[in-house]
């Protein structure tokens, strides 16, 4: 009932250590899968139950590692809501230090994705062991330093109330840890994470397939609507090459706002004015595919189906269940909801031209119990309901395998490679600024591959903070994931509307590279003016560096960009995506970019080329690396 990474034969081997307990009858399976082409070792346990007594787990690590503490320095990733996976480096201490989730989801606050690097380790230089967990559930991972200055590191799932009683003749399995190891700094464990990601753990048609552009309601009208005008911004955006339309929120049952209607997965026929396949075929005709938003694992007090059974719903019987963003969360360990859950969706998605669904799930959990386990497996809660969403969203997948679905935790608060092998992408985050995510997806970068994060381009001031960037900033953060717009493109000038045609045209154009390059983190978003990535095509034939000004200054440092992934023995040309010279006459720009210089890959390599400096507030600029005849 887990996810679980996937090889042919030839790529990958596996090593199963049985330790045997001949006192209790106890068998312990410790798994080692070695994918040697991405230097990942993927780790579970099966612990079987071979006695006539009852075996009470209560903490089964998927992986531990006892090694020299060499200076080593973890790097974690953290945040909160609408601020999620923001990089925290620190040193190892004597005793325990570590991260958990314990909310039954990855959670905003920890990520699941612990580094252990030697002290002077950069990027490009020094060792790195990593290790993710392929779970969505709660999680521990731990680094402990002994007496004798030797680290003990282990990551499975999380202890917080956690006991699971095994019977006779029973197995449990722990989720898969992911542990890689580079000695050529963190951007080689970043390469080992991005390509096992895109080979091993995505599935289906869209694993290799062209994702759609989207667009996508939610900042556009929130809850308010009508099926007039979703289906005049389908329209629109069709003019502009956008391919998908996605309905967010508030389409069903009574849901004005969000504290109500969950759970009543019915369309409000009344709003749309007609039925949801009439909407639907609509904007199918109009040449959009569409695409849905479902939020299967909440439910609102004020909904028929909590009405009907409010015993569905996690709590304490006898105690008031504490709300989350004015809602509960249904019972998803239980068989009945799971089941429930399947036949509802499925005549759902069975009755409409869907191709893309956004699966949400708005709210932590707490008041961890359920009136199906008896008192002594509430322990078990909170992973029964893990598996159980994995139980649904395999059968859904299963049963729609032309639907792309993108998973969503609240914004981020869902984000792991557990989830990804059921959904290709995940919403990165609540937050769309566009300054704010240079942090979140940088975060993001260090395990998971561009492909992997929900990204779109919003209205200014932006909704969450208030900022004001340009059109072509915005535009450049969301080509670093999936792409899309979520804005009201009626409030668009003819000069905003121009501009968004030609963003497409320039993400469509380097939708390859930009989906299966190599991707470099050059300069960080937490320090100095200007955070800086690039990706560069596996031939090293060309590459998108993108930088964005986070701090403008007067009279700047230059930034310059050292390129990667290009051929010594080679020639390039550099090209802004902007006319520069007619935009900003009476303004330079560096050497290279002035009149399509031949410089070689040597040059690129070890001197770079210097951004040109920002003449906005927030300015980004995308410099295409383009190999070009050797000129004498
Ligand atoms: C949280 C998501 O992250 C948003 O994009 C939006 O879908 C809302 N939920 C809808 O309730």
Request: hydrophobic share 35%.
């Amino acid at each position: 009932g887990l996810p679980t990474s996937f090889a042919e034969e030839s790529e990958c081997s596996t090593l199963e250590i049985v330790c045997q307990d001949s006192l209790l009858n106890l068998k312990v399976t410790l798994s080692y899968s070695v994918f040697e082409n991405e230097d990942v070792i993927t780790r579970h346990v099966v612990v079987a139950n071979g006695g006539k007594d009852i075996i009470r787990i209560e903490k089964a690590a998927s992986m531990s590692l006892d090694m020299d503490n060499r200076d080593f320095e973890m790097l974690t990733l953290h945040g909160s809501w609408a601020r999620e996976r923001h990089k925290q480096r620190r040193k190892l201490g004597a005793g325990y230090q570590g991260i958990s989730s314990g909310r039954g989801e990855s959670s905003h606050q920890n990520h699941p994705f612990m580094a252990l690097l030697t002290g002077s380790c950069t990027q490009e230089q020094g060792e790195v062991y990593g290790v993710q967990m392929m779970y969505s559930g709660n999680f521990d991972i731990q680094a402990e330093v002994s007496q004798f200055n030797s680290v003990r590191w282990q990551a499975g799932i999380g202890t917080n109330d956690f006991c699971w009683v095994l019977g006779p003749e029973e197995r449990f399995y722990t989720p898969e840890a992911l542990l890689t190891y580079s000695d050529e700094g963190i951007d080689k464990m970043t390469a080992n994470y991005h390509a096992f990601i895109k080979n091993h753990v995505i599935r289906g048609k869209y694993k290799d397939k062209k994702r759609p552009i989207l667009i996508n309601n939610w900042e556009a009208t929130y809850f308010h609507f009508t099926g007039e005008k979703l289906v005049a911004i389908a329209k629109e955006a069709k003019k502009l090459g956008i391919e998908l339309f996605v309905m967010d929120d508030g389409w069903f049952g009574k849901r004005e706002d969000d504290c109500s209607g969950l759970g009543d997965w019915f369309p409000n026929e009344k709003k749309l004015g007609c039925t949801l396949k009439e909407l639907a075929e609509r904007i199918v005709a109009e040449g959009m595919q569409f695409g849905i938003w479902l939020e299967p694992e909440g439910i609102s007090e004020d909904s028929d189906l909590y009405r009907c059974r409010p015993d569905w719903a996690v709590g304490v019987p006898g105690r008031k269940p504490c709300l989350s963003r004015g809602q509960l969360i249904l019972d998803f360990s239980r068989k009945d909801v799971q089941d429930y859950i399947i036949e509802r969706i499925s005549e759902l998605l069975g009755g409409i031209p869907v191709t893309y669904v956004k699966w949400d799930c708005n709210r932590a959990i707490c008041d961890k119990f359920s009136r199906m386990l008896d008192s002594s497996r509430q322990g078990e809660f909170a992973h029964r309901y893990v598996l159980g969403l994995y139980r649904v969203l395999e059968k859904l997948t299963e049963k729609f395998p032309q639907i792309l679905f993108e998973g969503c935790g609240g914004g981020g608060g869902r984000f792991d490679a557990g989830l990804l092998y059921y959904m290709p992408q995940i919403w990165g985050s609540d937050t769309t600024d566009a300054i704010e995510r240079l942090s979140i997806q940088y975060g993001a970068s260090f395990g998971y591959p561009v492909s992997a994060m929900g990204t779109h381009v919003s209205m200014v001031p932006n909704h969450q903070t208030g900022r004001v960037t340009p059109l072509s900033t915005r535009g450049c953060m969301a080509m670093a994931g999936t792409f899309g717009y979520e804005l009201d493109i009626s409030k668009l000038t003819q000069e905003e509307k121009t501009e968004i045609r030609e963003q497409i045209s320039i993400f469509q154009k380097h939708y390859t590279l930009i989906q299966r390059g190599d991707y470099y983190r050059i300069t960080s978003p937490l320090e100095g003016t200007c955070t800086v990535w690039e990706i560069a095509d596996p031939s090293g034939r060309e590459a998108l560096v993108s930088a964005v000004y986070h701090h403008v200054q007067a009279n700047p440092v230059p930034v310059r960009v050292k390129v990667q992934g290009l051929k010594d023995e080679a020639d390039y040309q550099l090209f802004l995506n902007e006319d520069f010279k007619e935009k900003y006459p009476g303004k330079r720009l560096p050497y290279g970019f002035a009149s399509g210089e031949a410089i070689s890959g040597a040059s690129l390599r070890q001197f770079g080329f210097v951004v040109p400096e920002a003449v906005n507030g927030f300015q980004a600029w995308q410099i295409y690396v383009k190999e070009c005849p050797h000129q004498a």
